[in-house]
Structures are given as structure tokens and as C-alpha cells.
Nanobody, 125 residues
């Protein structure tokens, strides 16, 4: 199983970035997919999650209305569209997948068996 995150980079505040997470070695439709982020000196933080078939998206309060998570099971790829970016969104972003995580625990990093390598997003003011 492999998750490959991509799409990060440098962007000015107010700009947009779309992250992708390409999955291989698994049946993607059987997996919940989530995004986490980790800023320097901080713990890894839950950002967003989407259910196995692509619905029931949920977000951390700080990104609601700005970020959109989605997954395309036919392409084995998940996405995180990030709009109206702020400097405090600067972090390494990780995608994660789990076949067994339950709804009440999707925010917990420990619930995920598979992780992408991380992609850096830097937002300048």
C-alpha cells in the first residue's frame, strides 16, 4: 500500500492550492481518507475527512468554508482544495487512509494505518 501526496508549494495569503493523494495497492473505495497537517513545533492536527464513497465530509473548525475534501474512487485519488489560505495554514500536509476507522474516531491520527509522505504548503502574508 502506498499513498503519494503532491501539490504543495508556496502561495500568498488569500490564494489557493489543491493537494492530491494518489493511492495504490488498495481498494480505495473501502477506505476513509483524511488529511492532517503539522506545523513546525506543533503536533499533527486533523484537517478533514471524507467517507469511503466520498460523502460525509467533515472539517476542523479553522478550515470550514475554505477547504474542501473529496475523493475519486475510480482514479484512486483523494484531494484537498484549499482556498482563502492564511499564513497559519502553513504546514506539512499528510494524507491518511483507513479501512477500519469509525466515524467518531476519524480525527485521531492513531486510527490510520497508511500515510502519505507529506507535502509542504507555505502561505506568505
Amino acid at each position: 500500500v502506498q499513498l503519494q501526496a503532491s501539490g504543495g508549494g508556496w502561495v500568498q495569503a488569500g490564494g489557493s492550492v489543491r493537494l492530491s493523494c494518489a493511492a495504490s495497492g488498495l481498494t480505495f473505495s473501502n477506505y476513509v481518507m483524511s488529511w492532517f497537517r503539522q506545523a513546525p513545533g506543533k503536533e499533527r492536527e486533523f484537517v478533514a475527512t471524507v467517507a469511503r464513497r466520498g460523502g460525509n465530509a467533515r472539517y476542523v473548525d479553522s478550515v470550514k468554508g475554505r477547504f474542501t475534501i473529496s475523493k475519486d474512487n475510480a482514479k484512486n485519488t483523494g484531494y484537498l482544495q484549499m482556498n482563502s489560505l492564511k499564513p497559519e495554514d502553513t504546514a506539512v500536509y499528510y494524507c491518511a487512509a483507513s479501512a477500519t476507522v469509525i466515524t467518531s474516531n476519524t480525527h485521531a491520527a492513531s486510527a490510520y494505518a497508511y500515510w502519505g509522505q507529506g507535502t509542504q504548503v507555505t502561505v506568505s502574508s
